[in-house]
């Protein structure tokens, strides 16, 4: 038989404080780099945490431990279509099992398991905070609950409503930190229990579509200028060509393209850097700054050493090209100097670059 102390430590709050001390810990001392919440991606979401029973509905069981795993899609960037399972670990309690027998009353103790089985849609509110890295949302679905019978019968299969909110942190590009919160109403007959989910878990992302640079088509070639009238004059060398064009003080090379969180120089962009070489053999007096720039994903300071990276990248490879590397200097600048918004794809693809500026 239960004690007063066992069902005390049953309630609700002390299980919803556990779990918030548990999540407030995590957070402070947990490090993001990359949120992406991405299009396409397969999430997978174990899960921890606790289920109270509604207390005013005479439900004959007492609070219990949950735990369970989560399946779903990212339809969009804030769209995720998620099937969840949870199985509840529950006791019947005290105040609604007393029953009558040949050998005289006697309250029943039997565990009580209750299983969930839920569909979700959860909506993301992306774009809120700096890189994304916390991202809170909303989530609403229906389901099935299986609750026993405390008498020895069989068990029923409950129509269920629910709806909450809950918040990720990254705490790497494909792996979240998640905490959710539900309200859970379920249907017997004419009646309906309002019932409390309250979890914890890790959310893995798997696949989905990557953000791409796209490369900006070429400025069209100016018109020839038409051809002057015959003059004797000296034969005059014409002037080097120019340089690309430039934008903020520096020459933009937008489709020097980095792979993800990568300092790598891509094939792509080698015949581009090519043309710098040229250009800088062919004015020898000519030094150059290095200037490397991201976007917004990600913490100011991971993108001010990866800005560095990346110039550092494109340096050694005109030093590997025979250019004098007293010419060259390099600075990151991170995510303090964009050309675009953030908000957007092609945004933040126009942010990830690496500029040229005379010094």
Same mark, same amino acid.
């Given at each position: ?86 199985? +509840?670990?529950? *006791? ?116 989905? %579509? %990557? ?19 015959? +003059? ?54 000519? %030094? ?19 800005? *560095? ?14 250019? *004098?590397? *007293? ?26 670059? +690496? ?5």
């Amino acid at each position: 038989m239960k004690n007063q102390e066992e069902v005390f430590m049953k309630k609700p709050c002390i299980s919803r404080a556990t779990a918030a001390i548990v999540f407030l810990i995590i957070c402070i001392f947990a490090t993001g780099a990359f949120a992406e919440n991405r299009e396409g991606a397969i999430t997978i979401t174990p899960f921890v945490g606790g289920f109270n029973f509604d207390v005013y509905g005479n439900l004959p069981y007492d609070p219990g431990w949950t735990y369970g795993i989560g399946l779903g899609y990212n339809i969009s960037e804030k769209l995720t279509a998620e099937l969840a399972f949870n199985w +509840v670990n529950s *006791d019947y309690n005290n105040n609604n099992n007393f029953i009558l027998t040949g050998s005289g009353p006697r309250w029943v103790h039997e565990d009580a398991n209750v299983t969930l089985y839920r569909f979700e849609l959860l909506y993301h509110f992306t774009g809120l905070l700096p890189g994304d890295m916390i991202v809170p949302f909303l989530a609403a679905g229906t389901g099935m609950e299986r609750l026993p019978h405390w008498n020895g019968g069989n068990a029923s299969d409950q129509f269920m409503l629910d709806y909450g909110a809950g918040l990720m942190y990254f705490l790497t590009r494909d792996v979240a930190l998640r905490g959710d919160i539900r309200q859970v109403i379920d249907w017997r007959g004419d009646r309906n229990w309002n019932n409390f989910l309250y979890t914890l878990g890790l959310t893995y992302e798997i696949g989905g %579509k %990557k953000e791409e640079v796209k490369e900006e088509a070429p400025a069209p070639a100016p018109e020839p200028a038409p051809a002057p009238a015959p +003059v004797v004059k000296p034969e005059v060398t014409p002037p080097p060509p120019a340089p690309a064009p430039k934008e903020q003080g520096g020459i933009i090379f937008r489709n020097i393209n980095f792979d993800f969180d990568k300092a790598n120089i891509k094939p792509e962009s080698i015949p581009i850097l090519d043309e710098v070489v040229d250009y800088l053999k062919a004015n020898p007096n000519v %030094k150059m700054e290095i200037q490397g720039h991201t976007d917004n994903k990600g913490t100011a300071a991971y993108n001010l050493k990866l800005s *560095d990276r990346r110039a550092a990248a494109v340096k050694t490879y005109l030093v590997s090209k025979g250019i *004098d590397a *007293d010419r060259l200097t390099t600075k990151g600048y991170g995510l303090t100097k964009p050309v675009a918004p953030n908000n957007t794809e092609e945004g933040r693809a126009r942010n990830r670059r +690496v500029e040229f500026k005379p010094i």
